[in-house]
């Protein structure tokens, strides 16, 4: 009787251990298992050093997700946006690519905008603001085309 006590505890033990890596894998990978929110889309000159997952703001606060980048026909960088349900973005908004922090992690930020009609779901940001690329700004000044 003991040992069939025994080996269900360590059983329990065992699957709330399971139950809380699955959590934590699932927090620290950035990983949405819910589909809410809606769909955007943004075309940019130059998405270098942007990549899916990463974060999406307006005013600081996060909001979405890059969930997708590809290249169009016109060699731009079309970048897809999960937004979260709720968020009004009007037509006139504006999108920049940014960098984070001193690491250099890369995010999109949203400026609403003001604009009377809004983006429904599916609908591309025409506004936008490719991230500087610190490379190609460096290797222009070196080769003396400032």
Do not use: W
């Not at 955007?40 to 997952?53: C, V």
């Not at 999960?82 to 999109?108: C, N, P, Q, W, Y």
């Amino acid at each position: 009787m003991k040992r069939a006590n025994l080996e269900l505890t360590v059983g329990i033990f065992v699957l709330v251990g399971l139950a809380c890596l699955a959590y934590l894998a699932i927090n620290l990978g950035k990983m949405e298992v819910y589909g809410e929110g809606y769909q955007l889309f943004a075309n940019f000159d130059n998405a270098s050093g942007l990549k899916n997952g990463a974060s999406v703001e307006v005013a600081g606060v996060e909001v979405g997700r890059v969930t997708s980048i590809q290249l169009t026909s016109q060699y731009q960088a079309r970048i897809g946006l999960k937004m979260h349900e709720g968020l009004k973005i009007h037509d006139d908004a504006i999108a920049s690519i940014r960098t984070k922090g001193i690491i250099g992690d890369k995010f999109v930020k949203l400026s609403p905008g003001n604009s009377e009609k809004l983006l429904s779901a599916g609908g591309t940001i025409i506004n936008t603001e490719s991230g500087i690329d610190l490379e190609e700004l460096i290797g222009t000044y070196i080769h003396g085309k400032v």
